[in-house]
């Protein structure tokens, strides 16, 4: 048995964990393992890696100690999805191909008989599709945005509302002693999950979520209320995907193979304080602090179980599905249900009503 290993998308705190885990699980079995280099360029693109290593042997050497280590050792990327590639044409337009069946060729050609591939949604879906095409194909859920349906929570996530969390708490003093505003944006795309968790773990004044429209009015209410109680200093945690009531998100840019990027609503909700309060109002943008350096125990911990239930999967006979955190388990689950559904907050959820409970304002007030 020879199976592949493949990091696709954004990279989360977790991913060495997974790959240590998934080879140490299979090298255990006698099977080999080949790492893809940066999602599956290095099996589609080879001549892109002139020393031959497009596609390389994981072995007990190359990824002992790296369980700890931020980042992914194979590479990533989030453009070129070989289901919808890009082809710029002479005239500047674009082409989509789909190169689904080339993959899988190539996959056959190198003796690859299943493919661990771990990733978000993107990648999941891309998974789904090499499933389709006739490829033995078992799923990995790895996001900071925590946004996959049918898992409670996906690795990465625990590090970055971590980092997020200890973040905020240093510019609690800052803010405090100036008495000032601070807006603090954090990514997390159409999901408000890092917003929510760090804001309500830090203690934060404001949370601003993509899933609840906020209003200027109602945050500037909530700091004059700080203020009529002596508190001159507001910590406002904004998601990446927020956005006011009758406004739109903020987006940084929009390259035609990749999902467009958020941002910037960080600085636009200080300015409208600004001039709604008087108040200063400066902006952090915390980006990819959140997602990169050492994951925590939780991160390692659920990506090395993911990794190793993933061949496990492979060897009771699974094809096409996802492991996902189901407490205490991990389970499986069909790549055809996880991928395509977005899980945001519910409005519901314990975490906001504690928020709402301890005083939290979420815009919407
Ligand atoms: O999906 C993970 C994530 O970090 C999002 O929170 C963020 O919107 C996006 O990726 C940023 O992507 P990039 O690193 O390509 O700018």
Redesign the pocket.
Known sequence: MRIALSTG??DAPGLNAVIRAATFAALRRGWEVVGIRDGFNGILFPDHYPDGSGVFRLTAQNVRGIGHLGGTMLGST?RGNPCHYPVVQPDGSVVYEDRTRHLVDLFREAGVDALVSIG?DGSLSIAQRLYEEGMRVVGVPK???NDLDRTLVTFGFATAVEIATESIDRLFTTAASHSRVFVVEV???NAGWIALYAGVASGAHVVLLPEIPFSYDAIARAIKRREDNGAHYTIVVVA?GAAPKDGHQEVIDRPHD?AE??GGIGHVVAEELTRLTGKEARTVVLG?LV?GGTPTATDRLLGSRFGAAAVRALEEGENGVMVALNEPDVEYVSLADAVGRLRTVPLDCDTLLAGRELGTSFGDD
Request: aromatic share 0%.
């Open positions: 998308g954004g989030n978000g996001t900071i945005d990514m997390g795309r990446e990749h990027r958020l990819h997602r």
